[in-house]
């Protein structure tokens, strides 16, 4: 019979268990999968530390808020501490360094936005989606070093209210595009949060990006055992994979998944060339 876990033993969480399995069975995809769990280890030193934030708003206002087409989070509502951020930013880009996917000048720059007394107003920026700074994978860096805080907030809003009938192209919560969807077992589609991962409803048919609804005009392919889908959009040439848990053997998992399907993401320019 085996004793408790050791004190230096831990749980992985199920995307960096799949991530793993992923390089072993695919060694195309190890680099890739291999800066994913870096990164995600990054995360989840700060998540660990997190508490859980206080959102001064009534579930009232914040129905009002969807009913009216208005996301649920303001900038200010999110509990960072800039002090985890900076090191966050630090050591995102230190991944992304070591892994060769930035230069040490774009590693440079990156870090003096981490120590600059700016940094919240570069955050803002980047949140609103009106971004002042040209540097080589910055917008990528901060949704790294937000994410936990924003994943925290949106886990908290969700408790308040339902999302139900929300059905916009943009993310309910952060006002974010979709990076990814899920087709339910009912054949609906879900679209998740390209930053905080939360999930909402929306036309199966249409273009999340566009709102193009002309089915002749979206062009699909899948993998060849139909787990993952990709929906190809014509008139803004845009495109968004999916999980289909009708094929799917376990739940989407947004870190991982991301990295599974980038051989669909290597289809879809073929076919755009």
């Excluded at 800039?82 to 880009?93: E, F, H, Y």
């Excluded at 392919?221 to 848990?245: E, F, H, N, Q, W």
Aim: net charge positive; proline share 7%.
């Amino acid at each position: 019979m085996s004793g408790p876990p050791s004190s230096g033993s831990r749980v992985l969480p199920r995307d960096v268990i799949e991530l793993k399995a992923l390089a072993e069975k695919q060694p195309a995809l190890a680099p890739a999968a291999t800066l994913q769990i870096d990164l995600i280890e990054s995360v989840r030193r700060v998540q660990g530390r997190l508490t859980t934030p206080w959102i001064d708003t009534s579930a009232e206002s914040l129905a009002a808020r969807l009913s009216s087409g208005q996301p649920l989070l303001d900038f200010q509502q999110i509990a960072f501490d800039w002090n985890d951020v900076r090191l966050l930013i630090r050591q995102v880009t230190d991944v992304l360094r070591r892994h060769e996917v930035i230069d040490a000048a774009a590693a440079a720059a990156l870090h003096s936005v981490g120590r600059s007394p700016t940094l919240p107003d570069v955050m803002r920026g980047w949140f609103e989606q009106r971004p002042a700074l040209e540097i080589e994978m910055l917008d990528e860096v901060l949704g790294w070093a937000a994410r936990p805080y924003l994943q925290r907030t949106a886990e908290v809003l969700q408790q308040r209210v339902s999302l139900d009938g929300w059905g916009r192209r943009i993310c309910p919560v952060c006002a974010a595009e979709p990076e990814f969807s899920v087709i339910t077992m009912g054949g609906d589609r879900q679209l998740v949060c390209g930053r905080c991962h939360v999930r909402w409803a929306f036309n199966p048919i249409a273009c999340p990006y566009c709102g193009n609804d002309d089915r002749t005009r979206i062009k699909s392919m899948a993998t060849p055992d139909g787990m993952y889908r990709v929906a190809i959009c014509s008139p803004c040439g845009r495109y968004i994979k999916a999980l289909d848990t009708r094929k799917a053997t376990r739940p989407l998992l947004p870190y991982a998944d991301v990295i599974a399907t980038l051989p669909l993401d290597a289809a879809v320019m073929k076919s755009q060339s």
